[in-house]
Protein backbone atom coordinates (compact mmCIF):
# COMPACT_ATOMS: atom_id res chain seq x y z
CA UNK A 1 0.00 0.00 0.00
CA UNK A 2 2.95 2.17 0.49
CA UNK A 3 4.44 1.79 -2.52
CA UNK A 4 1.08 2.62 -4.25
CA UNK A 5 0.53 5.55 -2.45
CA UNK A 6 4.43 6.59 -3.06
CA UNK A 7 3.57 6.01 -6.72
CA UNK A 8 -0.04 7.66 -7.19
CA UNK A 9 1.87 11.00 -5.46
CA UNK A 10 4.86 10.71 -7.74
CA UNK A 11 2.98 10.83 -10.59
CA UNK A 12 0.62 13.15 -9.52
CA UNK A 13 3.35 15.80 -8.54
CA UNK A 14 5.16 15.39 -12.26
CA UNK A 15 1.46 15.83 -13.80
CA UNK A 16 1.06 19.25 -12.01
CA UNK A 17 4.60 19.98 -12.46
CA UNK A 18 4.04 19.90 -16.21
CA UNK A 19 0.89 22.12 -16.24
CA UNK A 20 2.75 24.48 -14.30
CA UNK A 21 5.40 24.47 -17.00
CA UNK A 22 2.79 24.79 -19.37
CA UNK A 23 1.44 27.99 -17.78
CA UNK A 24 4.81 29.43 -17.75
CA UNK A 25 5.65 28.77 -21.34
CA UNK A 26 2.22 30.59 -22.40
CA UNK A 27 3.08 33.54 -20.07
CA UNK A 28 6.82 33.52 -21.65
CA UNK A 29 5.32 34.09 -24.98
CA UNK A 30 3.15 36.52 -24.62
CA UNK A 31 5.68 38.34 -22.96
CA UNK A 32 8.17 38.03 -25.77
CA UNK A 33 5.49 39.38 -28.37
CA UNK A 34 4.78 42.67 -25.66
CA UNK A 35 8.81 42.78 -25.76
CA UNK A 36 9.44 42.43 -29.59
CA UNK A 37 6.91 45.68 -29.71
CA UNK A 38 4.50 43.90 -31.60
CA UNK A 39 2.06 46.83 -30.24
CA UNK A 40 1.63 50.19 -31.39
CA UNK A 41 3.45 52.98 -29.33
CA UNK A 42 1.67 55.39 -27.81
CA UNK A 43 3.58 58.05 -30.65
CA UNK A 44 2.06 56.04 -33.00
CA UNK A 45 -1.67 55.95 -31.62
CA UNK A 46 -1.47 59.83 -31.17
CA UNK A 47 -4.66 61.41 -32.55
CA UNK A 48 -4.59 65.18 -33.20
CA UNK A 49 -7.41 67.72 -33.43
CA UNK A 50 -6.95 70.53 -35.85
CA UNK A 51 -9.60 73.84 -36.19
CA UNK A 52 -10.03 75.48 -39.24
CA UNK A 53 -10.88 79.36 -40.12
CA UNK A 54 -11.59 79.86 -43.52
CA UNK A 55 -13.66 83.15 -43.93
CA UNK A 56 -14.98 82.42 -47.20
CA UNK A 57 -15.50 79.65 -50.06
CA UNK A 58 -14.19 80.48 -53.31
CA UNK A 59 -11.54 78.11 -55.36
CA UNK A 60 -8.58 79.28 -54.39
CA UNK A 61 -9.08 79.33 -50.46
CA UNK A 62 -10.92 75.58 -50.91
CA UNK A 63 -8.27 74.66 -52.90
CA UNK A 64 -5.83 75.76 -50.18
CA UNK A 65 -7.54 73.84 -47.38
CA UNK A 66 -7.39 70.67 -49.52
CA UNK A 67 -3.71 70.84 -50.16
CA UNK A 68 -2.89 71.75 -46.15
CA UNK A 69 -4.77 68.40 -45.24
CA UNK A 70 -3.07 66.34 -48.04
CA UNK A 71 0.25 67.36 -46.58
CA UNK A 72 -0.88 66.05 -43.37
CA UNK A 73 -2.17 62.80 -45.35
CA UNK A 74 1.13 62.19 -46.33
CA UNK A 75 2.57 62.65 -43.24
CA UNK A 76 0.58 59.50 -41.51
CA UNK A 77 -2.25 62.90 -40.29
CA UNK A 78 -5.60 61.34 -41.90
CA UNK A 79 -9.13 63.13 -41.43
CA UNK A 80 -11.23 60.10 -39.88
CA UNK A 81 -8.30 58.19 -38.54
CA UNK A 82 -6.06 59.91 -36.51
CA UNK A 83 -7.16 63.38 -37.17
CA UNK A 84 -10.46 65.57 -35.84
CA UNK A 85 -11.02 68.59 -38.17
CA UNK A 86 -12.72 71.78 -37.31
CA UNK A 87 -13.80 73.40 -40.15
CA UNK A 88 -15.83 76.38 -39.99
CA UNK A 89 -16.75 78.66 -42.82
CA UNK A 90 -17.53 82.88 -41.87
CA UNK A 91 -19.62 83.03 -45.16
CA UNK A 92 -17.84 86.56 -45.74
CA UNK A 93 -19.42 87.99 -42.73
CA UNK A 94 -17.47 89.34 -40.09
CA UNK A 95 -19.53 89.11 -37.46
CA UNK A 96 -19.42 85.66 -38.15
CA UNK A 97 -15.40 85.20 -38.64
CA UNK A 98 -15.15 87.01 -34.91
CA UNK A 99 -17.33 84.27 -33.28
CA UNK A 100 -15.75 81.46 -34.89
CA UNK A 101 -12.68 83.13 -33.54
CA UNK A 102 -13.58 83.55 -30.27
CA UNK A 103 -15.15 79.90 -30.35
CA UNK A 104 -11.50 78.18 -31.21
CA UNK A 105 -10.00 80.49 -28.61
CA UNK A 106 -12.15 78.44 -25.91
CA UNK A 107 -11.68 75.10 -27.38
CA UNK A 108 -8.59 72.85 -27.37
CA UNK A 109 -6.85 71.95 -30.56
CA UNK A 110 -3.15 71.10 -31.39
CA UNK A 111 -3.35 73.44 -34.05
CA UNK A 112 -5.28 76.58 -35.81
CA UNK A 113 -4.88 76.84 -39.55
CA UNK A 114 -6.47 80.23 -41.31
CA UNK A 115 -7.31 80.68 -44.64
CA UNK A 116 -7.01 84.60 -45.96
CA UNK A 117 -6.22 88.11 -44.66
CA UNK A 118 -9.59 88.59 -42.41
CA UNK A 119 -9.81 84.97 -40.72
CA UNK A 120 -5.88 85.02 -39.59
CA UNK A 121 -6.38 88.41 -38.63
CA UNK A 122 -9.27 87.61 -36.21
CA UNK A 123 -7.36 84.43 -34.82
CA UNK A 124 -4.45 85.57 -34.26
CA UNK A 125 -5.77 88.06 -32.28
CA UNK A 126 -7.66 85.68 -30.29
CA UNK A 127 -5.96 82.18 -29.92
CA UNK A 128 -2.51 82.92 -27.58
CA UNK A 129 -2.08 78.99 -26.07
CA UNK A 130 -2.06 77.27 -28.97
CA UNK A 131 -0.33 77.32 -32.68
CA UNK A 132 -1.26 79.19 -35.71
CA UNK A 133 -0.66 79.00 -39.42
CA UNK A 134 -1.73 81.31 -41.59
CA UNK A 135 -2.43 80.55 -45.26
CA UNK A 136 -3.93 82.56 -48.43
CA UNK A 137 -2.48 86.13 -46.69
CA UNK A 138 -1.05 88.56 -49.07
CA UNK A 139 0.91 90.74 -46.88
CA UNK A 140 1.07 89.24 -43.30
CA UNK A 141 2.97 92.51 -41.84
CA UNK A 142 0.52 95.09 -43.10
CA UNK A 143 -2.35 92.87 -41.90
CA UNK A 144 -0.13 92.69 -38.34
CA UNK A 145 -0.01 89.09 -38.22
CA UNK A 146 3.66 89.13 -37.47
CA UNK A 147 5.92 91.61 -36.57
CA UNK A 148 8.99 90.15 -38.37
CA UNK A 149 9.19 87.41 -41.68
CA UNK A 150 12.17 85.80 -40.82
CA UNK A 151 11.73 85.15 -36.76
CA UNK A 152 7.88 86.09 -36.25
CA UNK A 153 8.19 85.24 -32.35
CA UNK A 154 5.01 84.06 -30.51
CA UNK A 155 2.62 81.36 -31.73
CA UNK A 156 2.33 82.33 -35.41
CA UNK A 157 3.77 81.95 -38.88
CA UNK A 158 2.74 80.55 -41.74
CA UNK A 159 3.20 81.21 -45.63
CA UNK A 160 1.93 84.60 -47.88
CA UNK A 161 0.07 83.63 -51.31
CA UNK A 162 2.04 86.39 -52.91
CA UNK A 163 5.50 87.59 -54.30
CA UNK A 164 5.17 91.45 -55.07
CA UNK A 165 6.68 90.60 -57.89
CA UNK A 166 3.81 88.52 -59.46
CA UNK A 167 1.65 91.84 -59.87
CA UNK A 168 4.44 93.78 -61.94
CA UNK A 169 4.98 90.64 -63.83
CA UNK A 170 1.62 90.79 -64.58
CA UNK A 171 1.53 94.46 -65.71
CA UNK A 172 4.42 94.56 -67.47
CA UNK A 173 3.14 91.46 -69.75
CA UNK A 174 0.11 93.55 -69.78
CA UNK A 175 2.06 97.06 -71.29
CA UNK A 176 3.88 94.81 -73.44
CA UNK A 177 1.74 92.83 -75.50
CA UNK A 178 -1.56 95.29 -75.14
CA UNK A 179 -0.15 98.62 -76.71
CA UNK A 180 -4.10 99.70 -76.98
CA UNK A 181 -4.77 99.20 -73.58
CA UNK A 182 -4.33 102.96 -71.44
CA UNK A 183 -6.33 102.27 -68.81
CA UNK A 184 -6.90 99.42 -66.38
CA UNK A 185 -10.34 98.54 -64.55
CA UNK A 186 -9.66 97.60 -60.86
CA UNK A 187 -12.89 95.96 -59.42
CA UNK A 188 -12.09 95.99 -55.96
CA UNK A 189 -13.08 95.89 -51.60
CA UNK A 190 -10.74 98.55 -50.46
CA UNK A 191 -11.72 97.39 -46.46
CA UNK A 192 -9.56 94.35 -47.43
CA UNK A 193 -5.90 95.10 -46.59
CA UNK A 194 -4.09 92.55 -49.25
CA UNK A 195 -6.42 94.08 -51.92
CA UNK A 196 -4.99 97.77 -50.75
CA UNK A 197 -1.63 95.96 -50.59
CA UNK A 198 -1.86 94.41 -54.52
CA UNK A 199 -3.50 97.61 -56.07
CA UNK A 200 -1.11 99.87 -54.96
CA UNK A 201 1.36 97.76 -56.31
CA UNK A 202 -0.11 97.40 -59.70
CA UNK A 203 -0.59 101.14 -59.96
CA UNK A 204 2.97 101.83 -59.38
CA UNK A 205 3.68 99.14 -61.73
CA UNK A 206 1.36 100.36 -64.56
CA UNK A 207 2.14 104.49 -63.63
CA UNK A 208 5.61 103.42 -65.07
CA UNK A 209 3.82 102.74 -68.71
CA UNK A 210 1.87 105.64 -68.82
CA UNK A 211 -1.33 103.43 -68.17
CA UNK A 212 -3.78 104.83 -65.68
CA UNK A 213 -5.35 102.45 -62.79
CA UNK A 214 -9.59 102.63 -62.55
CA UNK A 215 -11.32 101.67 -59.99
CA UNK A 216 -14.67 100.58 -59.46
CA UNK A 217 -15.52 99.73 -55.30
CA UNK A 218 -17.36 97.35 -53.62
CA UNK A 219 -18.23 96.52 -50.25
CA UNK A 220 -20.11 92.75 -50.63
CA UNK A 221 -20.00 90.06 -53.46
CA UNK A 222 -23.67 91.20 -54.46
CA UNK A 223 -22.05 94.35 -55.92
CA UNK A 224 -19.45 92.74 -58.43
CA UNK A 225 -21.35 92.76 -61.61
CA UNK A 226 -22.28 96.52 -61.35
CA UNK A 227 -19.26 97.33 -60.38
CA UNK A 228 -17.76 95.29 -63.65
CA UNK A 229 -20.05 97.19 -65.89
CA UNK A 230 -19.18 100.44 -64.59
CA UNK A 231 -15.82 99.52 -66.08
CA UNK A 232 -17.01 99.19 -69.86
CA UNK A 233 -16.00 102.49 -71.59
CA UNK A 234 -13.89 103.90 -69.37
CA UNK A 235 -11.02 100.64 -69.00
CA UNK A 236 -9.61 99.09 -71.98
CA UNK A 237 -8.73 96.00 -69.63
CA UNK A 238 -9.87 94.52 -66.15
CA UNK A 239 -7.70 93.26 -63.47
CA UNK A 240 -8.42 92.01 -59.95
CA UNK A 241 -6.26 90.99 -56.43
CA UNK A 242 -6.84 88.35 -54.73
CA UNK A 243 -9.33 89.91 -52.90
CA UNK A 244 -11.94 87.55 -51.39
CA UNK A 245 -15.63 88.93 -51.96
CA UNK A 246 -14.51 90.28 -55.33
CA UNK A 247 -13.07 86.94 -56.12
CA UNK A 248 -16.68 85.67 -54.87
CA UNK A 249 -18.13 87.27 -57.74
CA UNK A 250 -15.78 86.79 -60.46
CA UNK A 251 -18.22 84.46 -62.69
CA UNK A 252 -20.03 88.10 -63.29
CA UNK A 253 -16.84 89.56 -64.42
CA UNK A 254 -15.89 86.71 -66.98
CA UNK A 255 -19.75 87.55 -68.15
CA UNK A 256 -19.24 91.30 -68.63
CA UNK A 257 -15.23 90.73 -70.14
CA UNK A 258 -16.66 88.09 -72.67
CA UNK A 259 -19.83 90.34 -73.41
CA UNK A 260 -18.12 93.43 -73.59
CA UNK A 261 -14.40 91.91 -75.42
CA UNK A 262 -12.29 93.45 -72.61
CA UNK A 263 -9.18 91.54 -71.66
CA UNK A 264 -9.80 90.21 -68.13
CA UNK A 265 -6.72 89.30 -65.84
CA UNK A 266 -6.71 88.05 -62.45
CA UNK A 267 -3.92 87.34 -59.91
CA UNK A 268 -4.81 83.63 -58.85
CA UNK A 269 -4.77 80.38 -61.04
CA UNK A 270 -8.49 79.28 -60.02
CA UNK A 271 -9.96 82.23 -61.82
CA UNK A 272 -8.08 81.28 -64.87
CA UNK A 273 -9.05 78.42 -65.07
CA UNK A 274 -12.56 79.69 -64.68
CA UNK A 275 -12.32 82.06 -67.36
CA UNK A 276 -9.97 85.29 -66.60
CA UNK A 277 -7.27 85.00 -69.91
CA UNK A 278 -4.25 85.22 -67.86
CA UNK A 279 -2.46 85.65 -64.27
CA UNK A 280 1.47 85.24 -63.07
CA UNK A 281 1.42 82.97 -60.11
CA UNK A 282 0.90 78.98 -58.87
CA UNK A 283 -1.23 76.68 -57.84
CA UNK A 284 -3.38 77.26 -54.72
CA UNK A 285 -3.09 73.81 -54.12
CA UNK A 286 0.34 73.80 -53.78
CA UNK A 287 0.42 77.03 -51.47
CA UNK A 288 -1.68 75.13 -48.83
CA UNK A 289 0.43 71.61 -49.24
CA UNK A 290 3.61 74.24 -47.96
CA UNK A 291 1.46 75.27 -44.95
CA UNK A 292 0.49 72.01 -44.11
CA UNK A 293 4.37 70.83 -44.35
CA UNK A 294 4.83 73.94 -41.62
CA UNK A 295 1.57 72.05 -39.72
CA UNK A 296 3.42 68.43 -39.66
CA UNK A 297 6.73 70.01 -38.72
CA UNK A 298 4.29 71.77 -35.53
CA UNK A 299 2.47 68.39 -34.32
CA UNK A 300 4.98 65.95 -35.45
CA UNK A 301 8.35 67.63 -34.05
CA UNK A 302 7.83 70.19 -31.96
CA UNK A 303 8.55 73.10 -33.76
CA UNK A 304 7.14 76.25 -32.35
CA UNK A 305 5.38 78.68 -34.62
CA UNK A 306 7.58 81.43 -33.35
CA UNK A 307 10.48 79.91 -35.24
CA UNK A 308 9.85 78.94 -38.10
CA UNK A 309 10.37 81.64 -40.99
CA UNK A 310 7.08 83.53 -42.91
CA UNK A 311 7.54 81.94 -46.46
CA UNK A 312 6.23 83.21 -50.21
CA UNK A 313 5.60 81.83 -52.92
CA UNK A 314 9.05 81.82 -55.35
CA UNK A 315 7.97 79.78 -57.89
CA UNK A 316 5.67 82.23 -60.67
CA UNK A 317 5.12 81.69 -64.01
CA UNK A 318 2.55 82.90 -66.56
CA UNK A 319 -0.92 80.86 -67.15
CA UNK A 320 -2.74 81.71 -70.20
CA UNK A 321 -6.48 80.95 -70.78
CA UNK A 322 -6.86 80.47 -74.61
CA UNK A 323 -10.51 79.80 -74.28
CA UNK A 324 -11.19 82.87 -72.57
CA UNK A 325 -8.80 84.96 -74.85
CA UNK A 326 -10.96 83.90 -77.65
CA UNK A 327 -14.40 84.79 -75.82
CA UNK A 328 -12.80 88.06 -74.94
CA UNK A 329 -11.38 88.74 -78.74
CA UNK A 330 -7.74 88.32 -77.62
CA UNK A 331 -5.45 87.20 -80.16
CA UNK A 332 -2.59 85.36 -78.41
CA UNK A 333 0.58 85.46 -79.82
CA UNK A 334 3.52 83.16 -80.07
CA UNK A 335 5.52 85.88 -78.13
CA UNK A 336 2.76 85.56 -75.66
CA UNK A 337 3.32 81.74 -75.37
CA UNK A 338 6.81 81.42 -74.98
CA UNK A 339 7.10 83.69 -71.70
CA UNK A 340 5.21 81.08 -70.05
CA UNK A 341 7.91 78.67 -68.59
CA UNK A 342 5.54 75.25 -68.07
CA UNK A 343 3.87 75.38 -71.29
CA UNK A 344 2.14 71.92 -70.83
CA UNK A 345 0.55 73.01 -67.40
CA UNK A 346 -0.05 76.54 -67.61
CA UNK A 347 -1.50 77.21 -71.13
CA UNK A 348 -4.91 75.94 -70.89
CA UNK A 349 -6.19 74.91 -73.57
Same mark, same amino acid.
Given at each position: ????K ?17 ? &? ?5 ? $?????? &? ?14 ? %?????H ?27 N ?15 ? /? ?7 L ?6 ? %?????? +? ?12 T ?7 ? %? ?47 A ?6 AE ?11 ? =??? $?? /? ?12 R??A ?5 D ?8 ? *? *? ?10 ? %???R? /???? &??F =? ?17 V?IL?N &? ?7 ? /? ?10 ? +? ?8 ? $????K?E???K ?6
Amino acid at each position: MLKKKSLLTIVMSALLVTALAGC &GSTDGKK $TEAESS &GSGSSPAENKTYKIAI %SQIVEHPSLDATREGFLAALKDAGITEGSNLKVNYKNAQDDQTNNLSIAK /TIASEKDDLVLAIATP %SAQAIV +KEVKDKPVLFAAVTDPLDAKLV %SNLDKPGGNVSGVSDTNPAAVQKLMDFIAKHFPNVKSVGLVINEGEPNAVVMSKNAEETLSKHNIKLVK =AAI $TN /TSEVKQAAQSLVGRADAIFITLDNRVVSGVDT *I *IQVANENHIPFF %SSDRD /TVEK &GAF =ATVGFKYYDHGYQVGQMAVDILKN &GKNPGDMKV /TMQEKLDLILNL +KAAAAQGITV $TDEMKNEVQDKENNIIQ
